[in-house]
């Protein structure tokens, strides 16, 4: 094999497998060459990515050396991912009776979820996270996204008891949407005992759903390292949960025939 | 920028969006160099990739020339991955009371849904799949990932009416685990007219939701390209769907005590 069909085939291996850890040992057996060919191979990769501007590629010397993408998300590039999707929300064919807004096509679009994935990632990839943890329906397939880029499961809450989940936790909250005492579950088989859980939903108002996750996840002993929210609403300022980030506010969800405002995060 | 660098880049764009085709002038501004270098560049990425199994790169010549990445599995990698999950699932602790197996957490691990995504992406690629459809919740990883590979949207259909899906089109069908009669619901902003749409479930007893999803595709206007299910059950023989493909059967999920007999499924 050539060194660039080498290259080639670093680069799709790492790439594939964000946030993993890949010994030498594993490159020279896959490519039939020795280290040091793989060392100068992997020099080049890194200068790629890094030069592209789509993450970093750290590598560990010394017997038990590797290397590890860890895939990273330009302010730019967020704006650019996040205003696009602002821009989708404010079509006025999205808004559904009651003040709602259509988003589900948006979220379950792998383009999307894929990018929203890629910037929670990028944004928890130094907290050493264990597990991303989602409530379903919507928010499942950027929760899935962002537990690929950091190399770790998903667990799925689920709104009703399953006898496909075996015995479940569960927590009482209270639903914003409808202000009604709900209930949801985890199942017990997953193990978050001391674990370092990312908490991810799709869409905040009074932030009772958030609570009522982050309330589960200290039912079963696992820590809290922040709470990602896709779309949150401006109002009511108050929410149920202290802290958490927001990709994209909504500025007016309630108010039907004023247009409604769909603006971007600032970290500021 | 290198040769080498160039190859690098274009492995990780064109491995970050299957299906979907690039022109060479996209990676002429990217690269910054002219287009015979690219299409050199896009030779070796080509060889590298064909070589490595894990998917074809086809191009096209002319004034709209372009390439396109097409993830393949191999029959070898294919049955190494299902034969990992098909044993999982014989791990007693996954049996449930009333006969059922736990395997949410395969299903939600991007691990094993990028890999069952890729299987199915790889054989109904040549189906010109427009839109990817499955029912919540289980199977969402993993024709979320099918998608992706396949560059279509996915659409979920609800177990229940929501609010912020706006107006649904909804059938009714018979649940095979509890023999009622229950109603599923699909946006009716998600247009599948004339579309050709792929089914994906997580598991299949009765076949009683894949014939619900089959009847609601009918009644908005789609046309079924196929129907694949992870997990299907040997008992009973006669499912009420005729055309399916699984991709590992479960030989005995009724009988508790047992044990639970799990096998590939051979296309044959």
């Given amino acids: 094999m050539k060194k660039n069909e080498r290259i080639s085939i670093i680069t799709k291996v790492l790439s594939d497998h964000p946030s993993k850890v890949f010994s030498y040992s594993y490159f020279t057996d896959l490519l039939e060459v020795g280290k040091s060919s793989v060392c100068e191979d992997v020099a080049i990769v890194k200068s790629a990515i890094e030069m592209s501007g789509s993450g970093c590629v750290e590598t560990y010397s010394g017997a038990s050396g590797g290397v590890v993408y860890h895939p990273m998300v330009t302010k730019t590039e967020e704006e650019a991912i996040l205003k696009e999707i602002a821009e989708m929300l404010q079509e006025p064919s999205r808004k559904i009776q009651g003040g709602f807004l259509?988003?589900?096509?948006?979220?379950?679009?792998?383009?999307?979820?894929?990018?929203?994935?890629?910037?929670?990632?990028?944004?928890?990839?130094?907290?050493?996270?264990?597990?991303?943890?989602?409530?379903?329906?919507?928010?499942?397939?950027a929760a899935l996204e962002t537990a690929h880029y950091l190399n770790v499961p998903m667990g799925i809450i689920r709104r009703s008891n399953r006898v496909t989940e075996g015995a479940t936790t569960s927590v009482n909250y209270i639903s914003g949407s409808s202000n009604k005492i709900k209930t949801m579950y985890l199942s017990r088989r997953i193990d978050l005992t001391h674990k370092k859980v990312l908490i991810i939903d799709d869409f905040m108002k009074g932030g009772g759903t958030a609570k009522g996750m982050a309330n589960l996840m200290e039912e079963v002993g696992a820590e809290v390292m922040g709470i990602c929210v896709i779309?949150?609403?401006?109002?009511?300022?108050?929410?149920?949960?202290?802290?958490?980030?927001?990709?994209?506010?909504?500025?007016?969800?309630?108010?039907?025939?004023?247009?409604?405002?769909?603006?971007?995060?600032?970290?500021?």
């Fill in 102 to 141: 259509y988003y589900s096509d948006i979220l379950s679009n792998p383009r999307y979820s894929k990018n929203i994935g890629r910037i929670i990632a990028s944004k928890y990839g130094d907290k050493d996270i264990e597990y991303v943890i989602t409530t379903e329906t919507k928010g499942i397939p």
């Fill in 231 to 268: 779309f949150v609403t401006r109002f009511p300022f108050e929410k149920l949960v202290d802290h958490f980030k927001p990709l994209i506010w909504m500025d007016d969800e309630d108010t039907e025939g004023t247009g409604i405002g769909v603006s971007l995060y600032s970290e500021s």
